[in-house]
C-alpha cells in the first residue's frame, strides 16, 4: 500500500529549511476518524500534551480550524501567531490534512514554521499519524543543534499523547 506525503509549500522543503523534524507511529486498532477530533480542535490539545497552552483562535467559531483560519498557542517557549494553510478531514479513502505557518519573534529571534499533520486509515484497522516540521530563522538554528533534540522528543510526546487520548476516546 502506497502512503501518502506532507504538502509543502515553497520555501518551506525539507532540506532548504534550518531545521527538520520528522515523527510517525503507525496503531493498530485506531481510525483517522478517531485521532482526527482531538487534532483538529486546538482546545483539545493541551487535555494531552503538555507542551502546549494558551490557545486562542482569532475570528473562527472553532472548535475546528479551518484553512486560512489564525490561532495563537504557546509551545518550546515560543509564543505561537498560526495560520492554517491546509484542512482536509479523512474522508472517502483520503487522509486527514492539516497545516499551519506559524511565527513568533522578530529580527534576529525570527522563527518561522510550517507544521503538517497527515492522518490516514492503513489496511488491517491501523492508523497512521505523521508529523513533520520545517523551520526558518536563528532559533531554528538553534534547535536544529540541539541534544536531546527538542523538536523531536516534543512532537513525540504530542503523538503518543494524541495516540492515547484517542484510546480513551476523549474526543
Not at 479513502?93 to 518561522?112: K, M, Q
Not at 486509515?121 to 536544529?144: D, F, I, Y
Request: charged content about 20%.
Amino acid at each position: 500500500m502506497k502512503m501518502n506525503a506532507i504538502h509543502w509549500p515553497e520555501g518551506y522543503l525539507p532540506g532548504f529549511t534550518e531545521n527538520f523534524c520528522s515523527n510517525e507511529v503507525i496503531a493498530a486498532g485506531l481510525s483517522a476518524e478517531a485521532v482526527w477530533p482531538l487534532l483538529a480542535e486546538p482546545a483539545q490539545w493541551p487535555t494531552y500534551y503538555a507542551n502546549s497552552a494558551n490557545i486562542r483562535l482569532h475570528g473562527i467559531p472553532g472548535p475546528a480550524l479551518a484553512e486560512g483560519a489564525r490561532f495563537y498557542f504557546e509551545t518550546f517557549g515560543f509564543p505561537v501567531e498560526a495560520q492554517c494553510t491546509e484542512y482536509q478531514p479523512p474522508a472517502g479513502g483520503e487522509p486527514g490534512r492539516i497545516a499551519w505557518h506559524g511565527w513568533a519573534g522578530e529580527g534576529d529571534t525570527r522563527l518561522d514554521v510550517h507544521h503538517a499533520w497527515l492522518v490516514e486509515n492503513l489496511e488491517g484497522g491501523r492508523v497512521r499519524v505523521l508529523t513533520q516540521e520545517t523551520q526558518k530563522g536563528k532559533p531554528a538554528e538553534a534547535l536544529s543543534v540541539a541534544k536531546p533534540n527538542p523538536m523531536i522528543n516534543g512532537h513525540q510526546d504530542w503523538l503518543d499523547g494524541l495516540l492515547s487520548a484517542a484510546r480513551k476516546g476523549r474526543a
